[in-house]
Structures are given as structure tokens and as C-alpha cells.
């Protein structure tokens, strides 16, 4: 019945237009037109057999179906069918490579595939591109043939595999895609010889290689993750996102980095157990690294002192970031504030009393916080190790976690007054013997000042009675006996009534 169908579409076709039999299939789709008839025609075979392609359509597609006839004509001869007023059993168009890729063009045809094709061959035709998924609309085929063409990309399983009556399915010589291990099901049905050079089936000699790299290779991966996660997370932890960061801890790889590998050029100090660099951390931070040698405690020790430390938080108080801890060395990072130190300035630059004075005041400033906030924080404040910023603030820089005697921290609070307003030649002298320059000082107090004042302050008359009360509360604190019946908080009180216009500092 399908076959009579198709014939008196075809007769059709070829009655009303035989005179135009010779032209192209692309001038009889642009210059042909149905006939008046067409519409009862079409509806009468879908009522004789509903299983016509086209019938299926609503509304149905009168010109994309009389396209469909013309192409289905000038395909059926195009194929050198026997006698296509009869019969449309196959397409064969191998070795056309000229008009192969136009009547794969039409996707109008292939909709309405007739349903007397069993084969199709479209082989030797140098085919570029993917699969030519239109052909199976023509679900009803036995034969497929795409061998010897240029094909690539995946083939569509499971389009084919709604093909239910193929036998013959022959992709040898193209270039598609190896096809998953869980597809290989589908070819079984053909034979292997059909893919030859397709690409199609998996090569187990390949598979095996890539078993092997996966086996080897595998481990390698987790070995080199693993590796990289470790260095990152316990080496260079500044290369993590800044969430995942413990930005109080430091590790030697990363100190090495920030100082060029601990050059020289980098170092700004060295002393009895201890070397200083200035170091720039990944982000661009400009750092204070102090180095020590194993004199800090043991380690859990000293960073439990490290926790306290970066929680300091005052103006003339350099601040700390963090630290570094090994069996060797103990590390504390700090801010950079600049390596002159009060001592350097005294000499070098002969500060006024003014300059002198407000250096005191913001020493005392950080000596009453800490002693009101972490009264078990002591400080080093001798000339040599407070810091002074380039716009004269004081820093105290050296810290010490357990020294809470008030007393102590008086009385070198009183040595540090009188080394800033004497002479340099006097400390020199007495350099060592710390009782010795006190007591020398005491002596001269109040008359002969003048004899231990350094002249470079070029005192007037009202600032040398403000050194003058200034040696005084010197003298006072660096007594052992009244610096224990003293408070921090008092000796603030007497040193801002010596200048109260500095008050504000």
C-alpha cells in the first residue's frame, strides 16, 4: 500500500510536470507549484495510509510536502532506481560529491522520508562535519553506508538505536569520536569490519595505555597535590586566599622571601642573640623582622607571648603582626617604623628640649596603657631601643610578656629622663654603671645643672627651669626607694604639669 502511495505522488509529479523533467532540482523547487488538485491529493493518500510521514503534520505543510515530492523525484532518479514510477527502494548517491551535500541540505525530504526506502548510501563523498542526523527520519532503513568520508564528532547512539530494522551500518574511514565502553553494546549488532578506521570503537590496546597512566599517574597527582596543598598551607600560606590565612603566624620560607633570603642589604641590626631585617611581605607590607636565637622561652612559651602581643594596640606602641616558631629560632614580625633610633637622634641631630620632652611624654603615654591594659607586659625603653618615626613620634619596640614590677618600670622610665637631658660626653663617662651616673646627677641637683644639661638644647630661661623639673621627676623615679611607693599614672600627672602646653600631644 506505502509503495502504491508513493507511485501516485510520484505519477503525479511526473504528469504535470514532465516537460521540465531535464532541469536541476533546485530550478523545478524555485519555478514549480502545486496543482490545483494537490491539497485533495495529499489528504486522500493520508486517508489510504496514515502512516505517511507528512500525514502526521497539523496543519499540514502543503509546499514544504510538494517540495518534499520534487526532491523525492529527482533523488529516486538521482539513485537510478529501476522504475521510480513503481518503487523508491533506496538512495544511493555514492561517489556524488557534487550533489550529495545539496540533497543532505534538505531537511523538508528527510521529515517526509518516504517509507519505501530501505538503503541509503552515501559513501565516497569526502563529507565534512558531524553525523547527518537527518537521514534518520528514515527509521524504516535496513542499510546505511557513510563509509570513506570525512565525518566527525560523536555518533548519535541513540538516534540510532530507534533504527530498528538496520543490519547494515558501515562508518569505516572517517574520523568520529571513540564511543564510551558503556555504548559498546550497539555495535555488536554489526560487524566490526563496518568500523574499520572510524574511530568509532574503543582500542583496548589504547585503553590499556591510559589504564597504566591512570594507575601510575593517579598516585603521582595525589602525591604532587598533597605536596603543593602541604607547602602552601605550612610553607607559603601568604599564596592562600586571604580567608584561609592565619595572618598572625609566619613561616621561615616566607621570612626568607620578604628579605631577599636574609641578605645583608636587609639587615638593620645585630646584637647579643638577635639580628633585625627590614623585609617586605607578599602584599607589599614593609616589616620589622626580629630573629632570636633559641633565649625565648620554649615554644609554646613564646607563642602564647606572641598572642598577647598583636592584641597591643596604642599609637607609640610599634605594632606587632605576628611571630615564627621552630626548634631554632624565635621570630617576631613587627611594623616598620624606621631604624633611628632615640639614641641615633640624640647624638646626630641635637634635638631641642621641646622635641626631647615630647618623646617622654608619648614613651609614658604607652608605659600607662600597658601598665592599665597588660600590667604583665613589660617594655624596653632605653634610648637605644625605642624607635623614633621621621614626624618625632617615640615607638617602644621590645616587648617582654611576665615583667609586671612597677617599680622596675619607673625606674627606667627616671634613667631614660636624665639620658635624654644630659650631656652625651657625661653618659659616656659613666657608661656601664648606672648608679654612678644617677648619683652623679643628684649631686649637681639643683645648682649645677648647668654642668650636665646638654648645651645643645640651647635652653632660655623658662626652658631651663622646665629640664630643670624634668631632671627632678627624673631623679625621683630613678630613686629605688620612692619609685616603689609611685604609680605610672603619677609620674603622667607631674611630667604634663612641667609643659602643659604639650598637653595635647
Known amino acids: 500500500m506505502a509503495s502504491i502511495l508513493i507511485t501516485c505522488l510520484l505519477l503525479m509529479f511526473i504528469a504535470y510536470f514532465e516537460p521540465t523533467l531535464p532541469a536541476t532540482v533546485i530550478e523545478d523547487l524555485a519555478n ?14 493520508c486517508l489510504k495510509n496514515p502512516s505517511l510521514r507528512y500525514c502526521g503534520s497539523s496543519p499540514m505543510d502543503l509546499d514544504a ?14 539513485s537510478k532506481n ?54 534518520l527520519f528514515c527509521t524504516q532503513i535496513h542499510v546505511l553506508d557513510l563509509s570513506h568520508n570525512g565525518l566527525s564528532g560523536d555518533v548519535p547512539i541513540q538516534r540510532l538505536s530507534c533504527v530498528t530494522n538496520l543490519t547494515i551500518l ?8 571513540e564511543i564510551k565502553i558503556s555504548d559498546s553494546w550497539f555495535f555488536r549488532r554489526f560487524n566490526s569490519s563496518c568500523f574499520f578506521n572510524s574511530g568509532v570503537l574503543p582500542s583496548h590496546g589504547r585503553y590499556k595505555i591510559k589504564a597504566v597512566m591512570l594507575l ?10 598533597v605536596g603543593g596543598l602541604w607547602w602552601l598551607c605550612f610553607r607559603r600560606p601568604d599564596f592562600l586566599p586571604r580567608v584561609l590565612q592565619n595572618e598572625r603566624k609566619f613561616t621561615t620560607v616566607m621570612l626568607k622571601a620578604a628579605t631577599n633570603g636574609f641578605s645583608k642589604n636587609n639587615m638593620v641590626g645585630k646584637g647579643d642573640g638577635f ?6 611581605l607578599r602584599d607589599g607590607t614593609q ?51 624606621g631604624q633611628v633610633s632615640v639614641e641615633t637622634w640624640l647624638s646626630e641631630s641635637a634635638p631641642c628640649w621641646k622635641h626631647r620632652y615630647k618623646v617622654l611624654v608619648g614613651v609614658l603615654k604607652a608605659m600607662c596603657y600597658l601598665q592599665e591594659q ?63 651616673f644617677v648619683e652623679y646627677v643628684k649631686m649637681l641637683y639643683p645648682g649645677k645643672l648647668q654642668k650636665v644639661i646638654d648645651e645643645r638644647m640651647k635652653l632660655t630661661e623658662n626652658t631651663f627651669d622646665e629640664t630643670r623639673q624634668t631632671i627632678c621627676i627624673g631623679l625621683i623615679c630613678a630613686d629605688h626607694q620612692t619609685c616603689q611607693q609611685l604609680s605610672i599614672g603619677q609620674i603622667y600627672n607631674m611630667i604634663i604639669k612641667v609643659h602643659p602646653r604639650t598637653n595635647t600631644y
Open 65 to 78: 510536502i510538494f517540495k518534499f515530492t520534487i526532491v523525492a523525484s529527482h533523488l529516486c532518479n538521482e
Open 275 to 280: 639580628v633585625m631585617y627590614r623585609g617586605i
Open 374 to 436: 597588660w600590667p604583665e607586659i613589660g617594655c624596653d625603653i632605653k634610648t637605644s631601643s625605642l624607635l623614633l618615626h621621621e614626624n618625632g613620634d617615640p615607638f617602644i619596640a621590645r616587648f617582654r610578656v611576665g615583667e609586671n614590677s612597677t617599680s622596675k618600670k619607673i625606674h627606667r622610665f627616671g634613667i631614660l629622663v636624665l639620658e635624654m637631658m644630659t650631656d652625651q660626653t657625661l653618659q659616656k663617662e659613666f657608661k656601664g654603671d648606672e648608679t654612678g
Open 82 to 135: 529501476p522504475n521510480c514510477v513503481e518503487s523508491f527502494p533506496k538512495i544511493d548517491l555514492r561517489n556524488r560529491p557534487k550533489i550529495t551535500p545539496l540533497y543532505l541540505s534538505f531537511t523538508f525530504f528527510w521529515k517526509y522520508c518516504p517509507i519505501t526506502i530501505l538503503s541509503i548510501d552515501l559513501s565516497n563523498n569526502s563529507l565534512k562535519g558531524t553525523f547527518p542526523i537527518d537521514v
Open 287 to 337: 616589616v620589622r623582622i626580629e630573629i632570636y636565637s633559641n633565649n625565648r622561652g620554649n615554644h609554646r612559651e613564646y607563642v602564647e607571648e606572641c598572642k598577647v602581643l598583636v592584641q597591643l594596640r596604642h599609637r607609640n606602641l610599634v605594632k606587632v603582626y605576628g611571630w615564627c616558631s621552630n626548634r631554632n629560632i624565635r621570630v617576631l614580625v613587627t611594623e616598620w617604623i
Open 170 to 177: 558501515n562508518l569505516s574511514y572517517n574520523h568520529f569520536s
Open 32 to 45: 514549480l507549484h502545486p496543482p490545483s488538485n494537490f491539497n485533495t491529493t495529499i489528504v486522500s493518500n
Open 216 to 225: 601510575l599517574g593517579f598516585p603521582l597527582v595525589v602525591v604532587f597535590t
